[in-house]
């Protein structure tokens, strides 16, 4: 580490720190559970070395200060834990004798400031794909990446799969268990094995640039550095497998996507939702990257799948000047697609979005209505907040207030909490 930590006068207090341990985590944790992943050989065992950094960064750091390179700090740390945790573990067996010895030799450590700094690398894709193998279920290859990956609580990952927190915590345990037990390599899979393996890398990467572009809680609107994340990502699996279009939808979708991202955020911090955003603010470079990767998937031929699909509804909204341009028409009928081809109740509320403004408030209120009637998304805040704006366009401003004030009370995330209640009245 460059330079002494700040003196204790200086250190700021316990929750600012911890604001900052969260933040370096985000940015980092891929990196170190990555680093540690390919020396000890086990996800969890380097998950667990990394938290016990965390917490001792907690401890140390609202006394002594915030370091100048806090994500090289917790990868030396995390690294002396794990040393430790082999050394007094009561297994003389050779194998632990070896990995200790092979932690204190290997260079990947030394200076662990010279590659954190780096883009996303060859070695957390290696992650990625251990948090997919297929000795796991679907649902639990998302949930590890997204947890070790994509540095999200394990509440934030509940959020975004609409389980109990609980169901997840154990998920991610089973999960961690079994890879263990599978003895995983930390290795890319052979060109045979990868279109199996893309389909839930690709749902991975698409659930963590979501969580950066809308935050499931917290006091941030987006998390750009998780959208970041995700593209990086996505444009290293475009060059992995060139002739997959899935692997470009995916790149189109966030590409278009993020885009919008200076534009959804007000000067204040404050949410700024699709239709009232400057669109001037849009990052006209993102947007003809990605319509050519919407382009690259539509030659690979066939029809559009999912991703792809998606990536064309965001090129419509990208391709409108204005909200009044916008082919909504278009987008229905691509929602209509998406519906039949992946039928999810979410999709299903997305589309009665653009049914409403293609066809009038009444038509897309009529596949709210459905939705809730059938308790598909219930406990979920969009369902409310979709049925609020339909209903203020048709007048029915009581009732709107009330389904943005249910909304409010639902959502995790300050900002769009803030958006909803200002649209309750309140």
Not at 11 to 31: I, K, L, N, P, Y
Request: net charge negative; charged share 30%.
């Amino acid at each position: 580490m460059r330079g002494p930590p700040r003196q204790a006068s200086e250190a700021v207090t316990r929750d600012d720190v911890q604001r900052t341990v969260e933040a370096v985590w985000r940015m980092e944790s891929a990196r170190i559970v990555a680093g540690l992943t390919r020396v000890v050989g086990d996800v969890g065992r380097a998950e667990d070395f990394a938290q016990d950094a965390l917490v001792a960064a907690l401890e140390q750091w609202s006394e002594s200060g915030v370091p100048d390179n806090p994500g090289a700090w917790l990868m030396t740390v995390a690294r002396r834990k794990a040393i430790d945790r082999v050394r007094h573990r009561e297994l003389a067996t050779r194998k632990h004798e070896e990995l200790a010895g092979a932690l204190e030799m290997t260079g990947a450590f030394e200076a662990p400031d010279e590659h954190l700094g780096e883009p996303i690398d060859d070695e957390v894709l290696r992650l990625v794909f251990i948090c997919c193998h297929p000795v796991l279920s679907t649902e639990a290859r998302v949930a590890l990446t997204l947890r070790v990956v994509g540095g999200l609580a394990t509440e934030e990952v509940a959020r975004a799969f609409l389980v109990p927190t609980a169901t997840l915590a154990q998920r991610i345990v089973r999960a961690k268990r079994t890879l263990r037990e599978a003895n995983v390599p930390f290795e890319l899979p052979p060109e045979r094995q990868l279109p199996e393996r893309l389909a839930s890398v690709l749902e991975v990467i698409y659930l963590i640039f979501n969580e950066g572009y809308a935050a499931t809680s917290g006091r941030e609107w987006t998390r750009p550095e998780l959208c970041l994340d995700a593209l990086r990502l996505g444009r290293v699996l475009a060059g992995l497998a060139p002739d997959e279009p899935e692997v470009h939808g995916l790149v189109a979708l966030m590409e278009l996507q993020a885009s919008r991202l200076g534009a959804r955020v007000g000067p204040d911090g404050e949410a700024i939702l699709l239709m009232d955003q400057d669109r001037a603010r849009w990052d006209r470079l993102h947007i003809r990257r990605g319509l050519d990767a919407l382009r690259s998937a539509q030659e690979r031929g066939g029809a559009l799948g999912p991703y792809a699909l998606q990536a064309a509804i965001a090129a419509c909204h990208a391709r409108a000047a204005t909200p009044e341009d916008t082919d909504w028409e278009g987008i229905a009928a691509l929602y209509d697609a998406l519906a039949q081809l992946v039928p999810s109740p979410v999709i299903e509320l997305n589309r009665a979005v653009a049914v409403g403004r293609a066809f009038g408030p009444e038509a897309g209120l009529e596949i709210v209505e459905a939705l809730d009637e059938g308790k598909a998304l219930e406990g979920y805040h969009l369902l409310y907040a979709v049925r609020g704006d339909l209903l203020e366009r048709l007048g029915r401003t009581k009732e709107a207030h009330a389904a943005f004030a249910r909304a409010a009370s639902m959502t995790e995330n300050e900002r769009e909490r803030a958006v909803l209640l200002k649209r309750a009245g309140g």
